[in-house]
């Protein structure tokens, strides 16, 4: 059984950019959540993807975009970045319903 | 909206010493109450998690916590820390009607000392 595995692990992007970040689920697992993790604070909740539709949203503006594929898997898209979009992004997966995520490794994004 | 409280922000605990870790919960109906730790630079990993049932609840590495509704508290506590408990503590509600998304707490940061 292998777990929650994001890529990549680091990026450092410019303002205006555009970046995609990968997540791929735990097997037999159908739903990601993304969350964006702030230096020094929480995790907040982006949106999560149940059955390649979005399930769920979070206070973040649209150029935050994601998919969710057939084999659970899933993105997190980010236009237009800004400065403030430095933050880890945490990919978890689960079932739906009552019950645990688990959360990948994150990926580092750094916007300059 | 439901939100999290963990008022301690930072907790030095001496080696071998208890540790409880404080949380407050806001959630209009039954809460899903988990407990998670995190390695500098590293993801979440969950220790425990309350749905129904009896309220004290044990984890993974000797960690347990009490859910008190009355109180909207989820305390985590361990009896004896090691120098390998030192990481950040999140508590985290999660409510399916919202999709199992789950609303998290500032955190707590552990420091252990020898």
């Known amino acids: 059984e292998t777990g929650v595995t994001q890529s990549p692990t680091h990026l450092i992007k410019t303002r205006g950019q555009q970046v995609t970040l990968r997540c791929s689920s735990q097997?037999?697992?159908?739903?990601v959540s993304w969350y964006q993790q702030a230096l020094g604070q929480g995790p907040q909740f982006i949106f999560q993807?149940?059955?390649?539709?979005?399930?769920g949203r979070g206070n973040f503006p649209p150029r935050f975009s994601g998919l969710q594929f057939p084999n659970y898997s899933s993105e997190l898209n980010v236009n237009a970045l800004e400065l403030d979009d430095s933050a880890l992004y945490l990919c978890?997966?689960?079932?739906?319903?009552?019950?645990?995520?688990?959360f990948g490794q994150g990926t580092r994004l750094t916007v300059v | 909206a439901q939100s999290v409280t963990q008022p301690d922000i930072h907790i030095t605990v001496s080696e071998g010493a208890s540790l409880e870790l404080r949380c407050n919960y806001s959630?209009?109906?039954?809460?899903?109450l988990f407990w998670y730790v995190q390695s500098p630079g590293q993801g979440l990993q969950l220790l425990l998690k309350?749905?129904?049932?009896?309220?004290l609840v044990q984890g993974i590495k000797g960690f347990e916590a009490e859910f008190k509704r009355s109180q909207s508290s989820f305390n985590l506590r361990k009896p004896s820390v090691h120098w390998s408990d030192a990481a950040e503590y999140f508590c985290?509600?999660?409510?399916?009607?919202?999709?199992?998304?789950?609303?998290f707490g500032g955190g707590t940061r552990v420091l252990v000392k020898p």
């Open positions: 097997s037999g697992h159908n739903t």
């Open positions: 309350y749905f129904s049932g009896d309220t």
């Open positions: 985290a509600v999660g409510a399916r009607a919202a999709g199992n998304k789950l609303t």
């Open positions: 978890a997966s689960s079932f739906q319903g009552p019950t645990e995520a688990f």
């Open positions: 993807y149940y059955r390649e539709e979005e399930n």
């Open positions: 959630y209009g109906a039954t809460p899903y």
